[in-house]
C-alpha cells in the first residue's frame, strides 16, 4: 500500500493527463476546470483513505471530527471506501448529508433573527433548479472525483501487487514449501480416490 505522499505525487502528477482528456471529451474550458479541481479534490481531500487516521483525513483541520462515524463504520480497503464508484459515491453522500445538516442550522438560525423565511419546500426546490441547470457541471465535478479515487485505487493495487511478487521471489524457499504441500495434497487426494475406487 502506498503512502499518502506517494498518493499525493501521483495526483499531482496524473493532473496533465486529466487536463487533456477532460478538454478532449468536454471541448470546454471551464468544465475542464471542474473535472480538475474534483480530480485534485478526490485525490486530496475526498479520497479513499478517510477511513483511517491519514493525511487526507488530517486535512480537514478542525472539522475532521465529521469522518469519525465514516471511519468507524467500514474497515480500511473495504468495498465501501476504496470500491471503484461506490467509495466515491457514499464518500459524496456522507458529506452531502453534514452540508444539508449545516444549510438547516443556518437556515434555521437566520428565520429565527428574522433575515429570511425560508421553508424546506424552498430549501428543496432551490436545490432541484440548481441540479438541473448546471447538471453538466455537477457531473464534471463528480467524474473529477471518481478519476481521483480511481489514481488511489489503481496506485494501491499495483503497490500491493509489486510487493506480493518481490516477498515471492525473495524467499523461494517459501514457494518451493507452498509446491511441496500442494503436491502431498494432490498425493493424498489421488490416494483417497484410489482406496474408494477399491470399494
Known amino acids: ?20 482528456v477532460a478538454f478532449r471529451v468536454t471541448l470546454d474550458g471551464w468544465l475542464t476546470v471542474v473535472v480538475c479541481l474534483g480530480f485534485l479534490l478526490g485525490g486530496w481531500v475526498l479520497g479513499p483513505d478517510l477511513d483511517i487516521h491519514s493525511v487526507q483525513y488530517k486535512r480537514w483541520g478542525w472539522l475532521r471530527w465529521i469522518w ?26 456522507y458529506v452531502s448529508v453534514w452540508l444539508a445538516l449545516a444549510g438547516l442550522v443556518v437556515v434555521d438560525m437566520l428565520n429565527n433573527v428574522g433575515r429570511t423565511a425560508l421553508t424546506w419546500g424552498d430549501l428543496i426546490r432551490g436545490i432541484g433548479w440548481g441540479m438541473q441547470t448546471y447538471w453538466p457541471w455537477w457531473l464534471a465535478l463528480v467524474a473529477g472525483l471518481e478519476l481521483g479515487a480511481l489514481s488511489h485505487y489503481a496506485t494501491d493495487w499495483l503497490s500491493s501487487r509489486a510487493k506480493r511478487r518481490k516477498r515471492r521471489t525473495a524467499n523461494p524457499r517459501a514457494k518451493g514449501r507452498g509446491q511441496r504441500a500442494q503436491g502431498k495434497r494432490q498425493r493424498a487426494k489421488g490416494r483417497g480416490q484410489k482406496a474408494e475406487g477399491r470399494r
Open 1 to 20: 500500500m502506498s503512502s499518502g505522499r506517494t498518493h499525493d505525487r501521483i495526483t499531482l502528477w496524473t493532473l496533465p493527463l486529466v487536463v487533456l
Open 68 to 93: 469519525l462515524p465514516y471511519r468507524g463504520s467500514m474497515r480500511h480497503r473495504s468495498r465501501w471506501s476504496h470500491g471503484p464508484l461506490i467509495g466515491t459515491t457514499v464518500r459524496v453522500l
